[in-house]
């Protein structure tokens, strides 16, 4: 495989080890402290900052999908632009991405469909230093055995855009859809709780969120809320803290959340 079709680790050493071992113990540890209910989800909503900030939270979420190992074998990643102005959402052309843990396949075929899309448009700079799909990468990794990716970097997109993504992705039991957000940044603690609160709420309601403010991936979670709607998904919040909780102080916090949604019967 040559260097152009593989997208390198951007973020490794920084927001989670760079050693394989290392990497693989820390992940096995936050997964092992996890609770992780009986759930079969078809979407997850999980938090993108460093590991000691809020692995323990996107560990409650990915905890759950363990017992769905075999069964899940494409995972529609969604996380917002930090780096790179994007307009829609970015796919790249490289065929896989790397952790320290390995390289995962980039779906070609789910690529293609997408960019039939006006929203959607082929931009490597996007995925090349942005952060918050790689961070979910090494949990995937942990917890199931043979997948590919189609991972979005999403710009200025609308709820309703990224919906129309998701839904010509949809596939069966063999696909999840994973969303990548924080929720508040840097406000005092109990700020952060009543706001980060507020914004869980809307979530388990199905109710748009109004501004990145709330959520720096809103745009994906409103994509996401607007086909569990659609589809009658059901949301189950799994974890709700902020780093003030895990690993910094409490006057500037950022808040995260994990959430499931599962079909109905």
């Known amino acids: 495989m040559s260097a152009l079709s593989l997208r390198a680790p951007a973020v490794a050493g920084m927001f989670y080890p760079d050693d394989p071992a290392v990497l693989a113990n820390s992940v096995d540890a936050m997964l092992a402290a996890a609770e992780s209910p009986p759930l079969q989800p078809k979407a997850l909503i999980v938090p993108h900052a460093g590991y000691i900030y809020s692995g323990p939270v996107a560990a409650s979420a990915y905890a759950v999908l363990r017992p769905l190992a075999s069964q899940i074998h494409r995972v529609i990643l969604f996380g917002p632009a930090h780096r790179v102005p994007v307009a829609g959402l970015a796919v790249p052309a490289t065929t896989a991405f790397a952790t320290p843990l390995g390289r995962i396949k980039v779906d070609s075929e789910a690529i293609a469909a997408a960019t039939k899309l006006p929203q959607v448009a082929i931009n490597d700079s996007a995925h090349a230093d942005e952060h918050s799909l790689e961070v979910q990468l090494p949990f995937l990794q942990s917890v199931l055995d043979d997948f590919v990716i189609a991972p979005f970097v999403v710009g200025g997109a609308s709820g309703n855009q990224v919906a129309e993504v998701m839904e010509l992705l949809w596939g069966g039991p063999e696909t999840l859809i994973v969303v990548s957000s924080d929720l508040s940044h840097y406000l ?34 409103n994509g996401l809320l607007e086909s569990a709607r659609r589809r009658h998904l059901e949301p189950r919040l799994l974890d709700q803290r902020n780093s003030g909780d895990t690993a910094g102080d409490k006057s500037r916090v950022v808040g995260y959340a994990a959430f499931a949604f599962t079909e109905e019967a």
Do not use: F, W
């Open 188 to 221: 005092p603690y109990h700020v952060a709780q009543q706001v980060d609160g507020a914004t869980a709420d809307n979530i388990m309601h199905k109710r748009p969120l109004a501004h990145y403010e709330q959520a720096c991936g809103s745009a994906a979670i």
